[in-house]
């Protein structure tokens, strides 16, 4: 049965060319008279793609906003933490002897938090002050030789210069001469000697002072106080605890001030100034205020953002560390405008901006301005970088690019933050 495939595939072959190559023909034959539709005006060339959509106006809906000055904070979230915060440790070894405080209690500066048993310390103290003493004792026997043998020294040096005169006249021997001059060299090393021995117990003193000193400082050591006023956050050590170098006593924090600590990011970083006003909203909804005492010059290697420390009076001790914080630090104000978070988009480079309606020469037309943004509010985002009086297309500004014609429907601008 192939060959009823063939005669098939013929005939429509046939059919195909004579509609497409001899048309003219075939519409004679069938009684169509080609004068008849030559009579007729000629239809116009269809449009292309391209040229309609060149005049097609999109149809949008854009705002007129208008700038308005605003108080232009920075906002972080952060958190509270301690002014100070410390553990004391041991510097020596021991059991305690005191009596232990519990955490929670005020503790002064310089209160004492920990008392070590002395042991053999006082001991070891007095046996220092001991050989002090007799070090002492020693000196002035010691300076006593040195000038005794500068006497002697003094009196050689004396009959040395006599015999070598009376030799010069004849009146003295060369014999007498030289036992003077061996007299004046036993003479200085009598001296060297007794300086020598004072030098020695000079050093003996100071040893002995230095023995005294570590004991006292061993002694002194025995007794931990609180660096600064503040609050203990853990007990002290528990009476008959073994304490030994680099044992914790305690924790203490100051809280009075506390310090509210976040992080700005790179692009706002420069809006932020040491002394600035600012003020944070607790979770629990308290409100607190304070001012900027430090800025970071050091950008955080993960983050990229410069950690940033307010300081806020905390008598009371109400606020603790470690709670969250929105943090709203006071800038120089400056113009925005405040358009709805949808109306922003991103050009074809990645950069955040609006589209607008501009003007053209045959009525509005779409383009891309980029802006800054500023802040979130519940009535809209405020950005900067648009002229004072502009034109925000708000819905459709995602199918529309710079030039194409537009078909605005106006809303009425946001009004408030």
Same mark, same amino acid.
């Given at each position: 049965?192939?060959?009823?495939?063939?005669?098939?595939?013929?005939?429509?072959?046939?059919?195909?060319?004579?509609?497409?190559?001899?048309?003219?023909?075939?519409?004679?034959?069938?009684?169509?008279?080609?004068?008849?539709?030559?009579?007729?005006?000629?239809?116009?060339?269809? $449009?292309? /793609?391209?040229?309609?959509?060149?005049?097609?106006?999109?149809?949008?809906?854009?705002?007129?906003?208008?700038?308005?000055?605003?108080?232009?904070?920075?906002?972080?979230?952060?958190?509270?933490?301690?002014?100070?915060?410390?553990?004391?440790?041991?510097?020596?070894?021991?059991?305690?002897?005191?009596?232990?405080?519990?955490?929670?209690?005020?503790?002064?500066?310089?209160?004492?938090?920990?008392?070590?048993?002395?042991?053999?310390?006082?001991?070891?103290?007095?046996?220092?002050?001991?050989?002090?003493?007799?070090?002492?004792?020693?000196?002035?026997?010691?300076?006593?030789?040195?000038?005794?043998?500068? /006497?002697?020294?003094?009196?050689?040096? &004396?009959?040395?210069?006599?015999?070598?005169?009376?030799?010069?006249?004849?009146?003295?021997?060369?014999?007498?001469?030289?036992?003077?001059? /061996?007299?004046?060299?036993?003479?200085?090393?009598?001296?060297?000697?007794?300086?020598?021995?004072?030098?020695?117990?000079?050093?003996?003193?100071?040893?002995?002072?230095?023995?005294?000193?570590?004991?006292?400082?061993?002694?002194?050591?025995?007794?931990?106080?609180?660096?600064?006023?503040?609050?203990?956050?853990?007990?002290?050590?528990?009476?008959?605890?073994?304490?030994?170098?680099?044992?914790?006593?305690?924790?203490?924090?100051?809280?009075?001030?506390?310090?509210?600590?976040?992080?700005?990011?790179?692009?706002?970083?420069? $809006?932020?100034?040491?002394?600035?006003?600012?003020?944070?909203?607790?979770?629990?909804?308290?409100?607190?205020?304070?001012?900027?005492?430090?800025?970071?010059?050091?950008?955080?290697?993960?983050?990229?953002?410069?950690?940033?420390?307010?300081?806020?009076?905390?008598?009371?001790?109400?606020?603790?560390?470690?709670?969250?914080?929105?943090?709203?630090?006071?800038?120089?104000?400056?113009?925005?405008?405040?358009?709805?978070?949808?109306?922003?988009?991103?050009?074809?480079?990645?950069?955040?901006?609006?589209? &607008?309606? /501009?003007?053209?020469?045959?009525?509005?037309?779409?383009?891309?301005?980029?802006?800054?943004?500023?802040?979130?509010?519940?009535?809209?985002?405020?950005?900067?970088?648009?002229?004072?009086?502009?034109?925000?297309?708000?819905?459709?500004?995602?199918?529309?690019?710079?030039?194409?014609?537009?078909?605005?429907?106006? $809303?009425?601008?946001?009004?408030?933050?």
């Amino acid at each position: 049965m192939k060959w009823i495939s063939f005669v098939i595939a013929a005939i429509v072959s046939a059919v195909i060319y004579l509609f497409i190559m001899e048309r003219e023909a075939v519409m004679r034959f069938a009684g169509h008279d080609g004068s008849a539709t030559a009579a007729q005006p000629a239809e116009p060339a269809p $449009r292309t /793609a391209l040229q309609d959509t060149a005049t097609r106006k999109v149809s949008v809906v854009a705002l007129s906003s208008q700038a308005q000055v605003i108080d232009s904070a920075v906002i972080l979230r952060g958190r509270t933490e301690a002014l100070r915060q410390v553990t004391v440790m041991a510097e020596t070894s021991g059991a305690i002897v005191s009596e232990p405080l519990r955490k929670g209690n005020s503790v002064g500066a310089g209160q004492v938090l920990c008392k070590i048993d002395a042991g053999t310390r006082k001991a070891s103290l007095s046996e220092a002050q001991a050989r002090l003493a007799s070090a002492r004792a020693g000196l002035p026997l010691a300076r006593a030789r040195v000038a005794e043998a500068d /006497a002697l020294l003094e009196e050689a040096a &004396i009959n040395n210069n006599a015999a070598s005169k009376l030799i010069e006249s004849g009146y003295a021997s060369e014999t007498r001469v030289a036992a003077t001059r /061996a007299a004046v060299s036993a003479a200085q090393a009598t001296v060297e000697s007794a300086r020598s021995g004072l030098e020695a117990a000079m050093s003996t003193v100071e040893a002995a002072s230095a023995a005294v000193a570590l004991a006292e400082k061993e002694i002194e050591r025995l007794t931990i106080r609180a660096p600064f006023a503040g609050l203990l956050e853990t007990d002290t050590a528990e009476l008959g605890a073994l304490m030994q170098p680099g044992a914790a006593c305690a924790t203490v924090i100051q809280l009075d001030p506390i310090k509210l600590v976040g992080f700005v990011a790179e692009t706002q970083v420069d $809006r932020v100034v040491p002394g600035a006003p600012a003020q944070a909203r607790l979770v629990n909804g308290t409100m607190i205020a304070g001012e900027v005492t430090f800025l970071s010059r050091s950008a955080d290697p993960q983050t990229r953002t410069f950690r940033v420390e307010i300081a806020v009076p905390n008598a009371a001790r109400a606020i603790r560390d470690g709670q969250t914080a929105d943090i709203a630090i006071a800038a120089a104000g400056e113009s925005a405008h405040l358009l709805p978070g949808s109306a922003l988009t991103l050009d074809d480079g990645g950069r955040l901006g609006v589209r &607008i309606a /501009a003007r053209g020469e045959n009525g509005p037309v779409a383009d891309f301005m980029p802006v800054t943004f500023l802040r979130d509010t519940p009535g809209g985002v405020f950005v900067s970088g648009l002229p004072g009086q502009v034109d925000v297309i708000v819905v459709g500004q995602e199918y529309v690019t710079e030039g194409v014609p537009l078909d605005v429907t106006w $809303r009425q601008p946001e009004t408030g933050e």
